[in-house]
């Protein structure tokens, strides 16, 4: 746990964020919350007054903020102002900073309170989505989780207020089921930054080289018609937790185009259970797998990714070194450890 400052007895966490409806329950950043005292900011009398103004005018209050930014954010946002006003000593942790932080700082006259906020998108992804940037200023720490972040948040957050601190995975729930039937089958999971073009050319090749190889996508509905005209895949959306643990522990492989990332839920959860993964070399995904549970290619290189696939999956002694590799890996960002990373950081603010 560490040693808490010594004021840490009036000193609060107060958590902010809305859960993301298409993460499985042990999934997502805001796992956090479970590892850490803290109080979850729930919508108060103000955030339910708020929603009775029309929406252009919510629409108009927060035009300079990001296009992800919607009236949602901004009520959860502008609902905290008496806490700002009336307390002290406490700690504010946006842990979606990218879509729901904004106003918060010029709000907060009482500098004994302490504003972080978590980023979770790459520069380029970041910058598209958040056109002004001067309210990062504001900021008392930003937490980002993958080194590719580092450059862009020096420049746009006052000195010394930049601090990595990586996602994590739940490691009790996304583990190894020692005994399960294994299939034939590549794994791919998500939408965000990944690269549908580059899995259906994949797909059309190894359908050729070796038809024996099943593909099960788990994504949404939207993206499914990337795969008209395949054979041997299988796409699903809002799959339960259970059928995604089922997946994740009776495939040979996932196989994971991407476009850019920061950290990945499903690389994560995919090594926990101790699934070899074969994914693009971009933003900090190399951060997360090390070298021996994944193998990383150059974005678009198809040819190397499916030759790479074609390998582990007719190679059952690569598969099992690179399952215990994985699963070695993912154990280092155990949420416990990630929460202790945390705790010093929320220390440094008052030390």
Same mark, same amino acid.
């Given at each position: 746990?560490?040693?808490?400052?010594?004021?840490?007895?009036?000193?609060?966490?107060?958590?902010?964020?809305?859960?993301?409806?298409?993460?499985?329950?042990?999934?997502?950043?805001?796992?956090?919350?479970?590892?850490?005292?803290?109080?979850?900011?729930?919508?108060?009398?103000?955030?339910?007054?708020?929603?009775?103004?029309?929406?252009?005018?919510?629409?108009?209050?927060?035009?300079?903020?990001?296009?992800?930014?919607?009236?949602?954010? +901004?009520?959860?946002?502008?609902?905290? =102002?008496?806490?700002?006003?009336?307390?002290?000593?406490?700690? *504010? $942790? @946006?842990?979606? &900073?990218?879509?729901?932080?904004?106003?918060?700082?010029?709000?907060?006259?009482?500098?004994?309170?302490?504003?972080?906020?978590?980023?979770?998108?790459?520069?380029?992804?970041?910058?598209?989505?958040?056109?002004?940037?001067?309210?990062?200023?504001?900021?008392?720490?930003?937490?980002?989780?993958?080194?590719?972040?580092?450059?862009?948040?020096?420049?746009?957050?006052?000195?010394?207020?930049?601090?990595?601190?990586?996602?994590?995975?739940?490691?009790?729930?996304?583990?190894?089921?020692?005994?399960?039937?294994?299939?034939?089958?590549?794994?791919?999971?998500?939408?965000?930054?990944?690269?549908?073009?580059?899995?259906?050319?994949?797909?059309?090749? +190894?359908?050729?080289?070796?038809?024996? =190889?099943?593909?099960?996508?788990?994504?949404?509905?939207?993206? *499914? $018609? @990337?795969?008209? &005209?395949?054979?041997?895949?299988?796409?699903?959306?809002?799959?339960?937790?259970?059928?995604?643990?089922?997946?994740?522990?009776?495939?040979?492989?996932?196989?994971?185009?991407?476009?850019?990332?920061?950290?990945?839920?499903?690389?994560?959860?995919?090594?926990?259970?101790?699934?070899?993964?074969?994914?693009?070399?971009?933003?900090?995904?190399?951060?997360?797998?090390?070298?021996?549970?994944?193998?990383?290619?150059?974005?678009?290189?198809?040819?190397?990714?499916?030759?790479?696939?074609?390998?582990?999956?007719?190679?059952?002694?690569?598969?099992?070194?690179?399952?215990?590799?994985?699963?070695?890996?993912?154990?280092?960002?155990?949420?416990?450890?990630?929460?202790?990373?945390?705790?010093?950081?929320?220390?440094?603010?008052?030390?």
């Amino acid at each position: 746990m560490g040693t808490w400052p010594t004021n840490w007895s009036t000193m609060r966490i107060h958590y902010i964020y809305e859960r993301m409806a298409h993460h499985a329950t042990h999934s997502g950043y805001d796992r956090i919350v479970g590892y850490i005292d803290g109080d979850c900011v729930g919508h108060n009398a103000l955030y339910r007054i708020l929603g009775m103004c029309p929406e252009r005018v919510l629409a108009r209050l927060r035009r300079t903020a990001g296009t992800w930014y919607n009236s949602y954010a +901004l009520r959860q946002e502008l609902q905290n =102002i008496p806490a700002f006003i009336f307390s002290g000593n406490q700690t *504010f $942790h @946006f842990l979606y &900073g990218d879509d729901a932080y904004h106003y918060s700082g010029y709000f907060n006259p009482r500098r004994s309170n302490k504003l972080v906020a978590t980023f979770h998108n790459p520069p380029d992804k970041f910058l598209n989505i958040t056109p002004a940037t001067r309210h990062l200023k504001t900021l008392d720490a930003a937490v980002i989780v993958a080194p590719n972040q580092q450059e862009l948040f020096c420049n746009l957050v006052r000195p010394g207020r930049v601090h990595l601190i990586p996602h994590g995975v739940d490691t009790r729930f996304f583990s190894p089921a020692p005994g399960a039937a294994k299939k034939k089958q590549c794994l791919f999971v998500g939408t965000h930054l990944r690269d549908f073009a580059m899995l259906r050319r994949i797909i059309a090749e +190894l359908n050729s080289k070796a038809p024996d =190889i099943a593909f099960v996508v788990v994504t949404f509905r939207e993206h *499914f $018609h @990337f795969f008209d &005209g395949l054979k041997n895949v299988t796409a699903l959306s809002a799959i339960s937790e259970s059928q995604l643990l089922k997946l994740y522990t009776e495939s040979e492989l996932l196989l994971l185009p991407l476009v850019d990332a920061t950290a990945n839920n499903a690389i994560l959860e995919a090594m926990a259970c101790g699934l070899p993964v074969v994914t693009t070399d971009v933003g900090g995904i190399s951060l997360y797998t090390g070298r021996q549970g994944a193998i990383l290619v150059e974005r678009g290189d198809v040819s190397a990714m499916r030759d790479e696939a074609l390998r582990i999956l007719h190679d059952e002694e690569t598969r099992r070194d690179m399952a215990r590799a994985a699963r070695a890996q993912a154990e280092t960002f155990d949420w416990p450890a990630i929460a202790g990373q945390l705790r010093r950081l929320y220390e440094q603010l008052y030390g």
